[in-house]
Every structure is written in C-alpha cells, then in structure tokens.
C-alpha cells in the first residue's frame, strides 16, 4: 500500500489492511489455481503436446531400429549373394571342366573306333583306285589328269559350275514332280 493511505491510520489499522492485502493475494493465487484446474482445453493441449512429443519420441527410435535391421539384412542378404554366386561359379567351372573331358573322352573313344574303319576304307578306296586304273583305257586317264591339273589351277571356276549342276539337277528334279 502507499504511504500517504497507511499515515492517517492507527497500527491495528495498518497490520489488518497488511492482511487483507495479504489474503487477497493468496485469494488471487488460489483463483488462478482453480482456474488453470477448470481450464480443460489449455490442460488437454499441454497433455496432447506431452503425449505427441512422446510418440515422436517413440516414432524416431522405432524407425532408427528398423532402419539399422534393414542394414543388418541387407548386409546379411549380400553376403549370402555373394556366397551363392561363388557357389554358382564354381559347380559352373566344374561342369564345364567335367562336360569339356568328357567330349575329349568321346572324341578320342571315336577316333580310336573309327580308326580301324578308317584304316579299311582306305585300303578299299586305293584298291578300287587301282582296278579303275588298270580297265580305264590310256586316253581317258590322261584326259583325267588334264581335267584334275585345270581344276586344281582354277578353282573358282570349278565351284561355278558345281554350283551350275547342283541348281540344274535341283530344276530336273522339281520338274519332275
């Protein structure tokens, strides 16, 4: 209270108007309290704005763990990858290995088979060779040998016209039909 008020009064008067201040500032306190306590949308948006900081709280840790899983999976994912694929590679490298002695395996059994086939065949195609020579008159086998020499001295020439009969047995023959 001011001083010019407080002068003309007595001190009983002084010590009751201290506190009725008093009380009435414990009055006001108590007002405000109530107030805050019957303030239902100012308390329900402080407690909102609690409940939403904690989500996000919750939020923000939830999606850190599922981020690093997805790392630790995705690194686990990549290792198995790679182990598939070195796995893959090698039973690749290995049938290759096995396919590729097989075939040597089969050529050489082939050849070693036909080597005997081979070897008759030959002396049967030089013992025709021989009987033709000896019935084939002497003209004709030099004629032969004139006909041999031009076609190993000009073999495009001979292609042309092998390529000439092949197309004209091929015409005779659809004719036919």
């Known amino acids: 209270m001011s001083e010019d008020v407080t002068e003309g009064r007595t001190p009983q008067e002084a010590a009751l108007a201290e506190e009725i201040e008093q009380t009435r500032q414990r009055l006001g306190e108590t007002v405000e ?59 690749a490298s290995q049938a290759k290995e096995s396919a590729q002695a097989k075939a040597s395996q089969a050529r050489d059994t082939a050849q070693a088979s036909t080597a005997p086939v081979r070897q008759q065949v030959a002396t049967r195609a030089a013992e025709a060779g021989r009987v033709v020579r000896n019935v084939t008159p002497e003209p004709v086998q030099r004629s032969a040998r004139q006909a041999a020499g031009t076609m190993r001295a000009h073999p495009a020439m001979v292609a042309a016209m092998a390529g000439a009969l092949i197309l004209a047995w091929l015409a005779v023959r659809r004719m036919r039909r």
């Open 33 to 91: 309290a109530l107030a805050a306590k019957t303030d239902v949308k100012g308390r329900a948006q402080r407690r909102a704005a609690e409940v939403t900081g904690n989500l996000r709280g919750k939020a923000r840790a939830v999606k850190q763990k599922v981020t690093e899983q997805a790392g630790e999976l995705r690194d686990q994912a990549a290792a198995k990858s790679s182990e598939a694929r070195g796995t893959a590679q090698a039973k």
